[in-house]
């Protein structure tokens, strides 16, 4: 199982070293270093601008932050799909394979919350006015609640009875808000040890339930696709993974806005809609970037530079949609179907202008809630009609002749 | 209604798979595509269809060519996959209105075709589910379902059987039969030789891309020079004795 493991974590290794060279590009790095170099000199000079005695936010701010960085790094098991059949024979063996994954998961963690704990110590030692071993007993209670964070993921493993939302809740929440509430409103050393006898108590379930029952392996896979999945879709941000396929959704309560069955001229419409609706990778990046482009706009006081993002937002909200154009080449029907080619493209170009309307009537919401002239605010509606015309002319004319 | 396919040569690359084939399926008739795997049925099918572009010779349904009228040659057909290929995001009620809109079916009467037809296979109950959910059988009768609601001229059937439990299995069978009554052209692929023996008028004997022999099931007999011989003892023979020779 030792060996098991090690092959596992060489490979996954290698996924991750493979990815990082996309995700760790040049840009990336050179923009992450200006946000790192701005936010460290931001805190700097907040510090600065901290009294001596204690604000009253101080405290619960960093109960808040504190539960927040716990929830950081999860459980990583490493199962794979086969295993279901090819691992079955070892079920007996799968707890010692789950200690090698708890300890990867714990070191993982060790290195993400003492990074996080020395990040705060100048505010916790300035705002919080905590002593040197009051610290060194908050990084002690971080790093065990984290281990009862993990612990639980070995219990559900095997005990079906436990794995509920209540659970989820009191170790991931209700335990660490008490912890830290206690650590920093009474004694940092009561929480150590109240978070100690959790967990020996989660150490004693998890030998009890390993013993009563057998490997949850469906569970177990569901929990570790799902990492694996939102692994994914962050590196999917930089380089494309084939793994991402997203989710569907139905939305019932949508159902009554998307069209209707009509004639074959809109068979099209038909199916374009609903995969926008339905399929998270389209919805959520519609969204995302919309929302996005609402909030940031909402804080540009600045007519050009609102403009600028304004075209910048129509443009990425364009462009990122138009593989929903090519979304059926695979489905084999959608050729077989007697359907006039020119349609397709039609629906499409009816269907994108439609949301990027939407999208340009929240970005000129958004001038008007930054106060901008009327005059501005008729440039950014401008500016957002001419993205639209531009977006779904003949750019998106080429498009369609190139990918079909 | 005739399918004529015309000294068809094709493949997925420059290599040819299929090397001249020519048969035709004629209106009432179920034709079975008989061969190994790897023979070529499935290219022939995927040729017909039109997902592959012929190198050499034509495919033509009553006149058309997907080439100068694809519209009204895809219209005529409709296709069972070998492999169920379903919406992800589509209910199984959207899969039947988009077949219905794209066939340019009239709504109300195909809709009662849907219903008994959902019915038959055990479906009435999940038409607000996702199909793509659906087992593999499922899927194959969601398959049925969408290919037999459009009263289609042609169907083009790729192994049918795989997966389909026996009642299912009975009731396609009993639906190809009602199809063919009506005047409709079956083309069917498949290695279940006692059922295509039983239920195919015609035979199309392909082995490595190439056709062996085809007819009726006494011409077969004929050309195998024995009476007795069941669909299976002929197809063995035959292959054997390509493969012995080659």
Redesign the interface.
């Known amino acids: 199982m030792d060996n098991l493991w090690n092959v596992r974590l060489k490979k996954y290794q290698r996924v991750l070293l493979h990815y990082s060279r996309f995700v760790l590009n040049d840009h990336f790095v050179l923009a992450l270093l200006f946000f790192v170099g701005g936010l460290g000199l931001g805190y700097s000079n907040f510090l600065r601008s901290l009294p001596n005695t204690l604000e009253w936010w101080s405290r619960p701010l960093m109960v808040v932050i504190f539960v927040l960085m716990l929830q950081m790094g999860s459980f990583v098991s490493l199962l794979d799909e086969p295993d279901t059949i090819f691992l079955l024979p070892l079920e007996n063996k799968m707890f010692s394979f789950l200690k090698r994954a708890f300890t990867h998961s714990f070191f993982i963690a060790l290195f993400f919350q003492s990074l996080s704990m020395l990040i705060s110590i100048p505010f916790l030692q300035q705002g919080v006015h905590l002593r040197t071993a009051e610290i060194w007993l908050l990084w002690l209670t971080q790093l065990l609640l984290k281990a009862v964070y993990l612990g639980r993921f070995l219990i559900i493993s095997y005990d079906v009875k436990v794995d509920k939302w209540w659970m989820k809740l009191s170790v991931e929440f209700i335990i660490p808000v008490s912890v830290m509430i206690l650590t920093f409103y009474l004694s940092a050393f009561i929480a150590l040890s109240l978070t100690l006898v959790s967990l020996v108590v989660m150490v004693y379930l998890i030998r009890k339930a390993a013993k009563k029952n057998v490997f949850r392996w469906k569970r177990m896979l569901q929990i570790e696709n799902h990492r694996m999945m939102s692994l994914y879709r962050f590196i999917n941000l930089f380089t494309d993974v084939p793994q991402v396929k997203g989710s569907?959704h139905?939305f019932k309560l949508l159902d009554a806005y998307l069209p209707k069955?009509?004639?074959?001229k809109?068979?099209f419409k038909?199916?374009y809609w609903?995969?926008l609706v339905?399929?998270s990778e389209y919805s959520s990046l519609y969204l995302r970037l919309s929302v996005l482009g609402f909030v940031v706009l909402i804080f540009i006081p600045n007519i050009i530079l609102a403009i600028i993002l304004t075209m910048l937002f129509m443009y990425l909200v364009g462009f990122q949609l138009l593989p929903l154009y090519n979304d059926?080449d695979d489905?084999?029907?959608t050729?077989?179907?007697?359907?006039?080619k020119a349609d397709r493209l039609a629906n499409f170009r009816g269907v994108l202008r439609c949301l990027l309307l939407l999208t340009g009537v929240l970005l000129v919401a958004a001038s008007v809630l930054a106060t901008h002239a009327l005059v501005e605010t008729l440039g950014v509606a401008g500016t957002v009609l001419l993205m639209i015309v531009f977006l779904t002319g003949n750019f998106l004319t080429k498009y369609a002749v190139k990918n079909t | 209604m005739t399918l004529k396919i015309n000294g068809l040569v094709g493949g997925y690359s420059q290599v040819p798979v299929l090397k001249n084939i020519s048969f035709e399926v004629r209106a009432g008739e179920v034709v079975g595509l008989i061969g190994l795997n790897g023979a070529g049925k499935s290219t022939t099918i995927n040729h017909v269809i039109g997902l592959l572009t012929p190198q050499k010779g034509s495919i033509i349904i009553d006149g058309a060519t997907l080439m100068k009228d694809p519209e009204t040659y895809k219209s005529k057909m409709a296709y069972i996959p070998e492999i169920p290929v379903l919406y992800q995001e589509l209910t199984l009620r959207e899969h039947i209105d988009l077949t219905i809109m794209a066939y340019g079916l009239n709504k109300g009467k195909a809709w009662l075709r849907a219903e008994s037809l959902l019915k038959m296979f055990r479906l009435s109950n999940k038409l607000e589910w996702f199909p793509a959910n659906f087992s593999k059988g499922m899927k194959q009768k969601v398959m049925i379902v969408c290919a037999f609601l459009t009263e289609a001229e042609l169907y083009v059937i790729d192994e049918p059987f795989l997966g389909l439990d026996p009642l299912a299995t009975r009731d396609l069978l009993n639906l190809i039969q009602s199809e063919k009554k009506r005047g409709a052209a079956v083309l069917m692929s498949t290695h279940v030789l006692s059922t295509a023996q039983e239920h195919c008028d015609y035979f199309v004997l392909l082995h490595e891309g190439k056709i062996k022999t085809q007819g009726t099931f006494e011409e077969l007999r004929n050309v195998y020079q024995n009476q007795q011989a069941t669909l299976t003892d002929i197809y063995l023979g035959l292959t054997q004795e390509v493969t012995n020779h080659g």
Request: hydrophobic share 45%; no cysteine; net charge positive.
């Open positions: 569907v139905r069955m009509k004639t074959s809109d068979v038909f199916l609903r995969a339905r399929k059926y489905i084999i029907f050729h077989i179907y007697p359907l006039k």
